[in-house]
């Protein structure tokens, strides 16, 4: 054949239905004096050597990212699931304790069916909330716990301990393992 024949038969190939790809172009390795063919030198394989190990550790720290990432993707979705009502139950607190004030405050016979409602009302919402894993915090009587109570003042007491809970002001709550509101308390001090 001659050279237009191939040229013809290698376009023909390229653009037909079957269409058959150029052979790939092989790059040539000029071999100095003295180097046995097909064995580059010492000094450009420890380069090569050099840059997979490179390459190698930007592998590993960035599979070792995405790994972290991961992980607290997962977290955070997790907590996004599990406190996603947090708003919400924190909204509801003061109905709880406007109804727990006027309780307080519907002590004579008059009002007690209206205390009667109201209190059933108020029974009926905490149970309710603690379906969702909200709580009360205990505090009276207890040892003061920053994480929990807040102090709102201090009182000389020799007969309990040194920074127990004497007094609740205002109730706190907890949202499955978070505090939601800490509780407004009076500790004691020894005097």
Known sequence: MDEHNINEQQRDNVQ?????TPPEVVDVVVVEQGQPE????????????????ETKDKYMRLYAEFDN???????????????????????????IDNLEA?????????????????????????????????????????PF??????AMAETENNNVDDRTVLEE???GYMFKERVLRASLVKVSKKA
């Open 169 to 171: 002001f205002r109730k």
């Open 16 to 20: 037909g239905d079957n269409a058959v």
């Open 69 to 95: 990432y991961k992980k607290r993707v997962q977290r955070e979705k997790e907590d996004i699931l599990k406190y996603g009502m947090e708003p919400l139950v924190g909204d509801l607190l003061p109905v």
């Open 38 to 53: 097909g064995q580059p030198d010492t000094a450009e394989l420890e380069k090569i050597k050099e840059q997979m190990a």
């Open 145 to 150: 716990d920053p994480a929990f109570h807040e």
């Open 102 to 142: 006027a309780l307080s405050h519907a002590s004579n016979s008059t009002a007690a069916s209206l205390s009667t409602g109201v209190e059933l009302t108020l029974k009926e919402f905490k149970k309710a909330l603690s379906r969702y894993g909200v709580v009360e915090i205990e505090a009276k009587g207890k």
